[in-house]
């Protein structure tokens, strides 16, 4: 009885730090990438603009994806769970971000860029 009273008040705290540390690396990471656009816009050619532009863009669009989707996980009301839902928003935060960084960062590579342009046209002409 003694460990267990007011056992609410130990939640409450832990959920008050749990926000203020999730809040503390959102900003940091909205910080780090202004920080990064404005190093980028700084730079003074046309040409290495759009070559860190080409990176950055990509990869803040996996990084989107990952906070958004572990944000809706955790954030759901608990009447639009279900099993499959949770399965495939597991997936969606902990194996496609990870998969993607490597094709990212591969296509800066003007070989595999036009390999993968003529896959995909090869494709969408066949349907």
Known sequence: T????????????????????????????VFSYVQIFRAVLRIPSEQGRHKSFSTCLPHLAVVSLFISTVAFTYLKTPSISSPSLDLALSVLYSVVPPALNPLIYSLRNQELKAAVWRLMTGCFQEH
């Open 2 to 29: 003694l460990s267990c009273s007011k056992s609410y008040l130990r939640e409450l705290g832990f959920l008050v730090f749990s926000i203020f540390l999730a809040f503390c690396c959102f900003v940091f990471i």
